[in-house]
């Protein structure tokens, strides 16, 4: 069993950055792809970014790609989102998710956080 808990989510103007953690509670945490994905209001949950269970391969959203930086930490069992230059499009809820599989596919993941607010201003 793997809980997820995720914070620094905020109100932020166009052009800012946030950092999201989420921390792992669960043995299995360090052999599980980590994932992160957003919702915004009316629309279907999309994938921002993913990482590998070593941390050695990530990928994310051509939407974000070059703008948003994935990183864990076994140490700490904790996922982080670095977010530079957010727009206003980047306004969603975000969740952790985690899963043997991993992937760019909500399918590809077990368990998830109840999710952050990220508001971006223009």
């Known amino acids: 069993q793997v809980q997820l808990v995720e914070s620094g989510g905020g109100l932020v103007q166009a052009g800012g950055s946030l950092r999201l953690s989420c921390a792992a509670s669960?043995?299995?945490?360090?052999?599980?792809?980590m994932g992160w994905f957003r919702q915004a209001p009316g629309k279907e949950r999309e994938f921002v970014a993913g990482?590998?269970?070593?941390?050695?391969?990530?990928y994310y959203a051509d939407s974000v790609k070059g703008r948003f930086t994935i990183s864990r930490d076994h140490a700490k069992n904790t996922v982080y989102l670095q977010m530079n230059n957010l727009k206003p499009a980047d306004t969603a809820v975000y969740y952790c998710a985690a899963g043997p599989a991993g992937g760019r596919n909500s399918a590809g993941y077990n368990y998830w956080g109840q999710g952050t607010q990220v508001t971006v201003s223009s």
């Open positions: 669960g043995r299995t945490f360090s052999s599980y792809a």
């Open positions: 990482i590998n269970w070593s941390g050695a391969s990530t």
